[in-house]
């Protein structure tokens, strides 16, 4: 083989060696990942039911719609400082479109309660779409419009569609709360947070509401 085409062979190399590189890195997959956030009632519940589906990579509990200062478990929980409990999820849209996970949504909160979800009452429980551009935007409207117009609930809609503000991750305690199995001290002893939030969701009558709007299309983690 002459010089030139040795040359030339290593450079076709080195490019294909560059090209595959730059599609399997791990900043390349990451850049294909996208990102929605939900606010469904209790952040614990919600993150619980998105980390159980496929193509989903990540869940973070946290605040939405308020200022950094009062992003704070007991102040939002007073109400007041414009923050929904609310979930960042991080999934695969190769595997899970923003559609389907919009429809993921519907059927497990409770879209037709205005004032919280469930046993939550206040404002920070409400339940709401947080687009975080404008096509995220358009396909939750139309989700919604469709879902209004299907007549499947029986009464409006209430779950707001809001254009994405400043997210604040909640605090360590509350991240993937429903798998922890540190000791809490509770009046009738201590019992792990696990089992503790296992009996928070039953009590609160999450699954049991969803099940009665949506029957067997009720999206419900088995175990919960």
Not at 66 to 73: D, M, N, P
Request: aromatic share 12%; glycine share 8%.
């Amino acid at each position: 083989m002459k010089l030139n085409e040795r040359s030339s062979m290593k450079y076709v190399s080195s490019i294909l060696a560059a090209t595959l590189f730059f599609i399997f890195s791990p900043a390349t997959q990451a850049a294909q990942l996208e990102t929605a956030i939900f606010a469904g009632g209790c952040f614990w519940c919600v993150e619980s039911d998105f980390e159980s589906i496929d193509g989903v990579t990540d869940a973070v509990s946290g605040y939405i719609g308020g200022s950094a200062e009062t992003a704070v478990y007991k102040k939002v929980g007073k109400g007041g400082t414009g923050h929904y409990e609310s979930v960042k999820i991080t999934y695969d849209p190769s595997v899970i479109s923003y559609a389907e996970m919009i429809d993921v949504l519907w059927r497990s909160i409770d879209a037709t309660d205005a004032g919280g979800q469930f046993c939550d009452r206040g404002d920070s429980y409400r339940s709401a779409i947080f687009a975080m551009n404008d096509r995220q935007y358009e396909i939750a409207q139309k989700s919604k419009s469709d879902l209004g117009a299907s007549g499947r609930l029986q009464t409006p809609i209430a779950t707001k569609i809001i254009n994405a503000g400043t997210f604040y991750p909640a605090e360590d305690y509350h991240q993937d709360y429903h798998t922890k199995s540190d000791l809490i001290i509770t009046r009738y002893g201590p019992i792990t947070k696990k089992k503790a939030y296992k009996r928070y969701r039953k009590a609160c009558g999450r699954d049991a509401r969803v099940i009665q709007l949506w029957g067997d299309d009720a999206f419900v983690v088995k175990g919960e």
